[in-house]
């Protein structure tokens, strides 16, 4: 999968940064998510699998992977589009290890912090997302945005939770008012573990994206 991520995101990059006329920033090495002429627009991050203008990638999987099943080409019953995110956090898988997960939407890919490449989202006031449980009572202790520390680290960090889903699909707004923007290499993540999770965690996301 991390091999996939770096195609992938090695393809599209250049072709979002054109479609967003922002370019590089040939300076720092981040993209600006637009070029500061009008009013933010739209920036998405999850819409359907393989819209070109997705961006980040989802390959920084916490602690080590091990205990989450993905398919971000989950067709049924999506809040829209054609594909959503269903997500399996295997809890007795967790409870032999550190008994937490978690996965960060990164850019580029596996970036913790040592490479260039946030993207500069000045002007987006909230980013929404929807999500549902299975059956609901699942319980994500927080969903993020930025806290990528390091060399290059994020310029700040928002957070909502805990948050408990329900199985019906629900909008989730996290506040960016306030917030410095100016480079988010961790443009989304969620984490929760095996304490406030007794059975398996299956949840669903879709729609993710900077207002």
């Not at 996939?4 to 040939?26: D, P, V």
């Not at 203008?53 to 992977?65: A, K, L, R």
């Not at 959503?84 to 978690?102: N, P, T």
């Amino acid at each position: 999968m991390v091999v996939l991520c770096f195609l992938f995101l090695g393809c599209g990059k250049t072709a979002s940064s054109e479609k967003m006329n922002s370019g590089e920033n040939r300076n720092s090495g981040q993209a600006s998510a637009d070029d500061g002429s009008g009013p933010f627009q739209p920036f998405l991050i999850y819409a359907d699998k393989g819209t070109r203008n997705n961006h980040y990638v989802p390959s920084g999987f916490m602690p080590d992977g091990k205990c989450i099943l993905f398919d971000d080409t989950w067709k049924e019953n999506c809040h829209s589009g054609s594909s959503c995110i269903k997500i399996e956090y295997d809890v007795a898988c967790s409870k032999q290890g550190q008994k937490w997960a978690g996965i960060y939407w990164l850019n580029p890919p596996n970036n913790w912090g040592t490479q260039k490449g946030g993207f500069n989202l000045t002007g987006a006031q909230k980013l929404t997302f929807w999500a549902k449980g299975e059956k609901g009572s699942e319980r994500i202790e927080e969903f993020k945005i930025g806290g990528i520390t390091g060399q290059y680290p994020d310029s700040d960090t928002a957070v909502i939770g805990p948050v408990i889903l329900s199985p019906e699909w629900k909008e989730y707004t996290i506040d960016l008012r306030g917030k410095d923007l100016t480079y988010i290499s961790g443009g989304f993540t969620w984490a929760t573990n095996v304490d406030v999770n007794p059975v398996n965690c299956v949840f669903y996301l879709d729609d993710i994206k900077y207002e």
